[in-house]
């Protein structure tokens, strides 16, 4: 039962770790631009939210200005798998 119990933690795991990545794709950008246009993206929403004044539900909104920002620059929404 306990190495069971192990397992499924180990499985759970590693599905979490499998689904860390952006979820945006575009087929002529590599996994590092996508990595930096989401940081960059973010970091720019997460400043814009973070200054007075105030939005009702941060995350929403930073969530929301990323994904703009992201498809600005040719992302499609979806998880890519490398």
Request: net charge positive; with cysteine.
């Amino acid at each position: 039962m306990r190495r069971h119990l192990i397992l499924a933690f180990l499985c759970a795991a590693l599905f979490m770790a499998g689904c860390t990545k952006p979820p945006y794709r575009a087929p002529d950008k590599s996994l590092a631009q996508l990595n930096g246009d989401y940081t960059d993206c973010y970091s720019q929403a997460a400043l814009t939210a973070n200054t007075p004044p105030y939005p009702d539900n941060l995350f929403r909104t930073v969530s929301e200005q990323t994904d703009q920002c992201m498809k600005s620059r040719g992302y499609t929404d979806g998880c890519m798998f490398y």
